[in-house]
Protein backbone atom coordinates (compact mmCIF):
# COMPACT_ATOMS: atom_id res chain seq x y z
CA UNK A 1 0.00 0.00 0.00
CA UNK A 2 1.61 3.24 -0.87
CA UNK A 3 2.09 6.30 1.81
CA UNK A 4 -0.55 8.79 1.37
CA UNK A 5 0.09 12.33 0.52
CA UNK A 6 -1.20 15.52 2.52
CA UNK A 7 -2.00 18.87 2.15
CA UNK A 8 -1.45 21.57 4.73
CA UNK A 9 -3.57 25.04 4.16
CA UNK A 10 -2.15 27.71 5.41
CA UNK A 11 1.38 26.09 5.10
CA UNK A 12 3.56 29.11 5.71
CA UNK A 13 1.66 30.41 9.11
CA UNK A 14 3.07 29.67 12.17
CA UNK A 15 1.48 26.37 12.83
CA UNK A 16 1.50 25.31 8.94
CA UNK A 17 5.28 25.69 8.66
CA UNK A 18 6.31 23.94 12.13
CA UNK A 19 3.73 21.10 10.92
CA UNK A 20 5.07 20.55 7.05
CA UNK A 21 8.68 20.38 9.40
CA UNK A 22 7.23 17.35 11.39
CA UNK A 23 6.06 15.79 8.41
CA UNK A 24 9.47 15.53 7.11
CA UNK A 25 11.11 13.96 9.80
CA UNK A 26 8.37 10.99 9.10
CA UNK A 27 8.22 8.68 6.75
CA UNK A 28 4.70 8.53 7.02
CA UNK A 29 3.96 10.69 3.45
CA UNK A 30 4.87 10.67 0.20
CA UNK A 31 4.31 14.14 -0.40
CA UNK A 32 3.90 17.44 1.28
CA UNK A 33 1.96 20.13 -0.26
CA UNK A 34 2.59 23.21 1.07
CA UNK A 35 -0.69 25.11 -0.03
CA UNK A 36 -0.17 29.21 0.55
CA UNK A 37 -0.86 32.68 -0.93
CA UNK A 38 2.49 34.18 -0.10
CA UNK A 39 4.77 33.79 -2.89
CA UNK A 40 7.28 35.23 -0.28
CA UNK A 41 6.78 33.27 2.79
CA UNK A 42 7.10 30.40 0.32
CA UNK A 43 10.16 31.59 -0.62
CA UNK A 44 11.70 32.08 2.54
CA UNK A 45 10.09 28.84 4.08
CA UNK A 46 11.92 26.80 0.65
CA UNK A 47 15.41 28.16 1.83
CA UNK A 48 14.77 26.90 5.52
CA UNK A 49 13.72 23.82 4.82
CA UNK A 50 16.35 20.63 3.74
CA UNK A 51 15.65 19.90 0.03
CA UNK A 52 13.15 17.06 -0.15
CA UNK A 53 11.74 15.13 -2.68
CA UNK A 54 8.73 14.98 -1.31
CA UNK A 55 8.19 18.64 -1.09
CA UNK A 56 5.11 20.65 -3.17
CA UNK A 57 4.93 24.14 -3.15
CA UNK A 58 1.05 25.65 -4.37
CA UNK A 59 0.55 29.02 -4.64
CA UNK A 60 -3.33 29.31 -3.66
CA UNK A 61 -5.87 30.76 -1.78
CA UNK A 62 -8.91 28.68 -0.05
CA UNK A 63 -11.43 31.26 -1.59
CA UNK A 64 -9.98 29.94 -4.99
CA UNK A 65 -11.98 26.61 -4.55
CA UNK A 66 -10.54 25.34 -8.37
CA UNK A 67 -7.25 25.99 -7.42
CA UNK A 68 -8.25 23.91 -4.16
CA UNK A 69 -9.80 21.01 -6.01
CA UNK A 70 -6.34 20.94 -7.69
CA UNK A 71 -4.11 20.75 -5.02
CA UNK A 72 -5.99 18.31 -4.03
CA UNK A 73 -5.79 15.62 -6.83
CA UNK A 74 -4.13 12.18 -5.65
CA UNK A 75 -4.25 13.78 -1.97
CA UNK A 76 -5.16 11.53 0.90
CA UNK A 77 -4.73 13.74 3.72
CA UNK A 78 -5.31 17.85 4.27
CA UNK A 79 -4.72 19.68 7.40
CA UNK A 80 -6.88 22.57 6.51
CA UNK A 81 -4.92 25.95 9.10
CA UNK A 82 -5.38 28.69 7.01
CA UNK A 83 -7.20 31.21 8.31
CA UNK A 84 -8.07 34.68 8.96
CA UNK A 85 -7.07 35.34 12.33
CA UNK A 86 -6.76 39.08 14.04
CA UNK A 87 -9.73 39.96 15.93
CA UNK A 88 -9.81 43.61 15.65
CA UNK A 89 -9.07 43.36 11.85
CA UNK A 90 -11.70 41.08 11.01
CA UNK A 91 -13.95 43.21 13.17
CA UNK A 92 -13.05 45.98 10.60
CA UNK A 93 -13.31 43.54 7.48
CA UNK A 94 -15.89 41.32 8.28
CA UNK A 95 -16.40 40.17 4.74
CA UNK A 96 -12.87 39.15 4.22
CA UNK A 97 -13.35 37.25 7.62
CA UNK A 98 -16.87 35.56 5.92
CA UNK A 99 -14.68 34.68 2.80
CA UNK A 100 -11.64 33.05 3.92
CA UNK A 101 -12.59 31.35 7.02
CA UNK A 102 -16.33 30.40 5.80
CA UNK A 103 -16.23 30.29 2.33
CA UNK A 104 -12.97 28.79 2.50
CA UNK A 105 -13.66 25.89 4.70
CA UNK A 106 -16.98 25.17 2.03
CA UNK A 107 -14.07 25.18 -0.50
CA UNK A 108 -12.27 22.76 1.55
CA UNK A 109 -15.04 20.46 1.85
CA UNK A 110 -15.64 20.35 -1.72
CA UNK A 111 -12.53 19.93 -2.97
CA UNK A 112 -12.31 17.21 -0.61
CA UNK A 113 -15.64 15.17 -1.38
CA UNK A 114 -14.61 15.78 -5.31
CA UNK A 115 -11.14 14.36 -5.38
CA UNK A 116 -11.29 11.31 -3.13
CA UNK A 117 -9.59 13.34 0.05
CA UNK A 118 -9.62 10.24 2.56
CA UNK A 119 -9.59 12.90 5.83
CA UNK A 120 -9.81 16.41 6.29
CA UNK A 121 -8.81 17.77 9.94
CA UNK A 122 -9.26 21.63 10.79
CA UNK A 123 -7.72 23.60 12.96
CA UNK A 124 -10.57 25.92 14.88
CA UNK A 125 -9.96 28.18 17.95
CA UNK A 126 -11.75 28.69 21.66
CA UNK A 127 -13.20 31.91 20.17
CA UNK A 128 -15.41 29.68 18.85
CA UNK A 129 -17.14 28.55 21.68
CA UNK A 130 -20.05 31.36 22.50
CA UNK A 131 -18.27 33.53 20.22
CA UNK A 132 -17.94 36.97 21.07
CA UNK A 133 -16.43 38.56 17.86
CA UNK A 134 -16.43 38.02 14.10
CA UNK A 135 -13.18 35.77 14.44
CA UNK A 136 -15.10 33.05 16.77
CA UNK A 137 -17.87 33.21 14.58
CA UNK A 138 -16.43 32.46 11.71
CA UNK A 139 -14.60 29.45 12.98
CA UNK A 140 -17.80 28.50 14.52
CA UNK A 141 -19.19 28.18 11.35
CA UNK A 142 -16.30 25.96 10.11
CA UNK A 143 -16.51 23.55 12.42
CA UNK A 144 -20.09 23.13 12.25
CA UNK A 145 -19.69 23.25 8.23
CA UNK A 146 -16.80 20.46 7.99
CA UNK A 147 -19.02 18.28 10.90
CA UNK A 148 -21.72 18.10 8.58
CA UNK A 149 -20.00 16.98 5.63
CA UNK A 150 -19.54 13.87 7.61
CA UNK A 151 -23.38 13.09 6.73
CA UNK A 152 -21.90 12.79 2.68
CA UNK A 153 -19.91 9.55 1.30
CA UNK A 154 -16.35 10.87 1.27
CA UNK A 155 -13.97 11.70 3.64
CA UNK A 156 -14.01 12.08 7.61
CA UNK A 157 -14.30 15.34 8.84
CA UNK A 158 -12.63 16.52 12.30
CA UNK A 159 -11.98 19.77 14.55
CA UNK A 160 -9.04 20.17 16.21
CA UNK A 161 -9.93 23.04 18.96
CA UNK A 162 -7.65 24.70 21.33
CA UNK A 163 -6.25 28.18 22.40
CA UNK A 164 -3.98 30.77 21.32
CA UNK A 165 -0.83 29.58 20.25
CA UNK A 166 2.19 31.45 22.44
CA UNK A 167 4.93 33.48 20.03
CA UNK A 168 3.19 32.33 16.97
CA UNK A 169 2.68 35.66 14.59
CA UNK A 170 0.28 38.17 16.18
CA UNK A 171 0.30 36.84 19.67
CA UNK A 172 0.61 38.10 23.25
CA UNK A 173 4.49 37.42 23.26
CA UNK A 174 5.92 39.21 20.22
CA UNK A 175 3.93 42.07 20.88
CA UNK A 176 5.19 42.47 24.58
CA UNK A 177 8.61 42.09 23.24
CA UNK A 178 8.16 44.20 20.68
CA UNK A 179 6.74 46.90 22.83
CA UNK A 180 10.45 46.72 25.30
CA UNK A 181 12.42 46.74 22.70
CA UNK A 182 10.82 50.20 21.94
CA UNK A 183 10.71 51.48 25.47
CA UNK A 184 7.03 51.52 26.41
CA UNK A 185 4.78 49.93 28.58
CA UNK A 186 3.28 46.43 28.05
CA UNK A 187 -0.44 47.03 27.12
CA UNK A 188 -2.68 44.28 29.11
CA UNK A 189 -6.33 44.35 28.19
CA UNK A 190 -7.50 43.46 31.54
CA UNK A 191 -5.56 42.66 34.67
CA UNK A 192 -8.09 39.88 35.37
CA UNK A 193 -7.91 38.64 32.05
CA UNK A 194 -6.99 34.67 31.36
CA UNK A 195 -5.98 32.46 28.57
CA UNK A 196 -5.60 28.92 27.69
CA UNK A 197 -1.72 28.29 27.14
CA UNK A 198 -0.16 25.81 23.91
CA UNK A 199 3.12 25.86 22.57
CA UNK A 200 3.72 25.37 18.79
CA UNK A 201 5.77 21.97 19.19
CA UNK A 202 2.56 20.84 21.69
CA UNK A 203 0.08 21.96 18.75
CA UNK A 204 1.82 20.47 16.15
CA UNK A 205 2.27 17.07 18.46
CA UNK A 206 -1.80 17.20 19.08
CA UNK A 207 -2.45 17.76 15.71
CA UNK A 208 -0.12 14.95 14.43
CA UNK A 209 -1.60 12.37 16.93
CA UNK A 210 -5.52 13.71 15.91
CA UNK A 211 -4.68 12.84 11.83
CA UNK A 212 -3.60 9.45 12.84
CA UNK A 213 -6.30 8.48 15.26
CA UNK A 214 -9.92 10.11 13.74
CA UNK A 215 -12.23 8.71 12.21
CA UNK A 216 -14.49 11.69 11.49
CA UNK A 217 -16.84 14.13 13.39
CA UNK A 218 -14.64 14.19 16.21
CA UNK A 219 -13.56 17.64 18.62
CA UNK A 220 -10.11 17.10 19.98
CA UNK A 221 -9.54 19.60 22.55
CA UNK A 222 -6.50 19.42 24.32
CA UNK A 223 -5.79 19.77 27.81
CA UNK A 224 -4.04 22.99 28.55
CA UNK A 225 -3.02 25.11 31.61
CA UNK A 226 -3.96 28.57 32.36
CA UNK A 227 -2.38 31.84 32.37
CA UNK A 228 -2.90 35.05 33.55
CA UNK A 229 -1.95 37.75 30.85
CA UNK A 230 -0.21 39.95 33.37
CA UNK A 231 1.88 37.21 34.47
CA UNK A 232 2.57 36.64 31.28
CA UNK A 233 3.95 40.65 30.79
CA UNK A 234 5.48 40.73 34.05
CA UNK A 235 7.74 37.98 32.94
CA UNK A 236 8.56 39.84 29.93
CA UNK A 237 8.86 43.46 31.33
CA UNK A 238 8.08 45.40 35.02
CA UNK A 239 6.37 48.32 33.14
CA UNK A 240 2.94 47.21 32.19
CA UNK A 241 -0.28 49.43 31.88
CA UNK A 242 -3.90 48.53 31.62
CA UNK A 243 -5.48 49.61 27.87
CA UNK A 244 -9.36 48.05 27.99
CA UNK A 245 -10.43 44.86 26.03
CA UNK A 246 -11.01 45.48 22.84
CA UNK A 247 -14.08 45.13 20.97
CA UNK A 248 -15.12 41.37 20.67
CA UNK A 249 -12.55 40.05 23.05
CA UNK A 250 -13.49 38.63 26.61
CA UNK A 251 -12.00 38.29 29.76
CA UNK A 252 -11.58 34.86 29.87
CA UNK A 253 -11.86 31.93 27.07
CA UNK A 254 -14.11 28.91 26.95
CA UNK A 255 -12.68 25.79 25.09
CA UNK A 256 -15.83 23.37 25.86
CA UNK A 257 -19.10 24.09 25.95
CA UNK A 258 -21.53 23.24 28.35
CA UNK A 259 -23.26 21.36 25.75
CA UNK A 260 -19.74 19.31 24.71
CA UNK A 261 -18.57 18.57 28.41
CA UNK A 262 -16.11 15.67 28.01
CA UNK A 263 -15.76 13.43 31.27
CA UNK A 264 -13.04 14.67 33.48
CA UNK A 265 -13.02 18.04 32.53
CA UNK A 266 -14.02 21.21 33.90
CA UNK A 267 -17.62 22.14 32.80
CA UNK A 268 -17.49 24.19 31.69
CA UNK A 269 -13.41 24.41 30.22
CA UNK A 270 -13.26 27.93 30.63
CA UNK A 271 -9.43 29.51 30.95
CA UNK A 272 -10.62 31.13 34.64
CA UNK A 273 -11.80 27.66 36.35
CA UNK A 274 -9.00 25.88 34.96
CA UNK A 275 -7.07 23.31 37.62
CA UNK A 276 -4.06 23.78 36.08
CA UNK A 277 -2.10 26.57 35.64
CA UNK A 278 1.40 27.58 34.49
CA UNK A 279 3.00 30.42 36.79
CA UNK A 280 5.82 31.36 38.97
CA UNK A 281 9.49 30.02 37.57
CA UNK A 282 7.39 27.65 35.05
CA UNK A 283 5.64 30.74 33.54
CA UNK A 284 8.76 32.56 33.20
CA UNK A 285 10.77 29.67 31.87
CA UNK A 286 7.70 28.83 29.62
CA UNK A 287 7.89 32.24 28.29
CA UNK A 288 11.78 32.59 27.54
CA UNK A 289 12.02 29.24 25.22
CA UNK A 290 8.66 30.81 23.14
Known amino acids: ?3 PSILVTGGTGSFGSAFVRHCLTTADYRRIIVF ?3 EYKQD ?7 TDPRLRWFLGDVRDGARLTLACRDVQVVVHAAALKQVPALEYNPTEAVRTNVDGAVNVMTAALATGVERVLALSTDKAVHPSNLYGATKLCMERT ?8 GPWFSIVRYGNVAGSRGSVIPRFRECRQQGHALPVT ?6 FWITVPQAVTFV ?5 TMTGGELFV ?14 VSPEWTVTGLRPGEKVHEQVIAESESVPGLPSPYTSDTNSRWLEGDA ?3 AVATV
Open 1 to 3: MSL
Open 36 to 38: SRD
Open 44 to 50: VLQHQLP
Open 146 to 153: LLAANAHA
Open 190 to 195: DPAATR
Open 208 to 212: AHAVA
Open 222 to 235: PEMPSVRIVDVAQC
Open 283 to 285: LRE
